[in-house]
Nanobody, 124 residues
Framework: EVQLVVSGGGSVRAGGTLRLSCEVSGETSSIKSIAWFRQGLGEEREVVAGISTRSGGTYYADSVRGRAAISRDNAKNTIFLEMNSLKAEDTAMYFC?????????????????WGQGTQVTVSS
C-alpha cells in the first residue's frame, strides 16, 4: 500500500504563488507515476501536472504550462507543485495521485492511490 499526504494550499491573491507538497510513504518503489489533479466546484477532476518516478519526465496541462513546476525530493519521498501567476480559475481542490503503472496522465481512473485534497482559493 501507498499513502499520500498533501500539504499546502489555502487562500492566495491573484498573481501570487502557491506550493503544494505530497509526501509519499509505504511501498514507494512500486510507484511509477505521480500527478497533481484539481477539481473546481461543479467541475470534473482534471490533471494539472505529472512526473515519472523512473525517468523524471514531466507533464503539464495546457492550462498551467509555463506557470507550474512539478518536482521531487527523492530523499524525502515528496512531490511538489509550484504555480505562479495564479488566476481565479486556478481555484479548486487539489489532489495528489500515484499509480503503480505508467498511465495516461489525465486518466484519473488509472491512479490507484489518492491523497486527501487541499483547497486552493485564488482571490482578486
Amino acid at each position: 500500500e501507498v499513502q499520500l499526504v498533501v500539504s499546502g494550499g489555502g487562500s492566495v491573491r491573484a498573481g501570487g504563488t502557491l506550493r503544494l507538497s505530497c509526501e509519499v510513504s509505504g511501498e514507494t518503489s512500486s510507484i511509477k507515476s505521480i500527478a497533481w489533479f484539481r477539481q473546481g466546484l461543479g467541475e470534473e477532476r482534471e490533471v494539472v501536472a505529472g512526473i515519472s518516478t523512473r525517468s523524471g519526465g514531466t507533464y503539464y496541462a495546457d492550462s498551467v504550462r509555463g506557470r507550474a513546476a512539478i518536482s521531487r525530493d527523492n530523499a524525502k519521498n515528496t512531490i511538489f507543485l509550484e504555480m505562479n501567476s495564479l488566476k481565479a480559475e486556478d481555484t479548486a481542490m487539489y489532489f495528489c495521485a500515484a499509480a503503480p503503472t505508467f498511465v495516461r496522465w489525465n486518466w484519473a481512473r488509472g491512479y490507484k492511490y489518492w491523497g486527501q485534497g487541499t483547497q486552493v482559493t485564488v482571490s482578486s
